[in-house]
């Protein structure tokens, strides 16, 4: 009867050998960090059978060539007031105007208007409306600019006192001027250039502080030294 008891025992073994291998075999997926984390792009790419084709392809956007891509401005100004003079009738800003050519060709036909304003609400429309229309300000021809041209122009520009918008603090009246300058011109290959001068002068602190002190106006004439100015953004 040995042989009989060998056989039960061998069979139990199978028995829960079988059943360790079901439960493992059962057993859900659990993801690990190793599982989760990707190895290089390739792995985002969707895989498409030898026999498929993919529908529908995107296809992304060439750049444009070197020679079709907008080419940077080759104008460029800056202003430095002076003086600014005060009369019964005219307000009077007096300073310097670089124009410079930062490109590699010539500029010809340059072109400069002029205007002067005053701080006032709207005052951004009416600075917008100044550059793109051409017939206002007053406006002269200055020639041609070479490759790396500097040009110093002094400017002297004047406004009707009557024209000007006046602000009241603390029982005294003030105004704050805005310089306008448009510079346009041609290059060499026919591009047409343009540059925007849009700046507020007043009076510099020492030292030099974020805003300007505007100009007092309710006394008798007089002459504003130690100006300064800041660039309007439109």
Known sequence: MWWAAGLIALLAVLIVGWRIRSHKEAEPYRETDAALEIANEADLQPLVAAHEK???????????????????????????????????????VNGKLS????????????????????????????????????????SENIGDAAAGEEIALALEIQIPRGELNTFDWRERQFLAPIVLANISGVSADGRSEECHLSCVVGRESQPPAPKLKPLHVDREPRRFDNLGFRPISV
Do not use: Y
Not at 67 to 83: G, I, M, N, R, W
């Open 54 to 92: 993919p529908t529908n392809p995107v296809r992304l956007a060439e750049p444009a060539p070197r020679d079709q891509q907008k080419a940077a401005p080759s104008l460029s100004v800056s202003f430095t007031p002076e003086t600014a003079q005060l009369s019964l009738a005219n307000l009077t």
């Open 99 to 138: 124009i410079r050519n930062l490109g590699t060709n010539p500029v010809e036909q340059l072109k400069i208007r002029t205007a002067m304003i005053s701080a006032m609400e709207g005052q951004q429309s009416r600075i917008a409306e100044f550059h793109k229309d051409p017939a206002r300000g007053h």
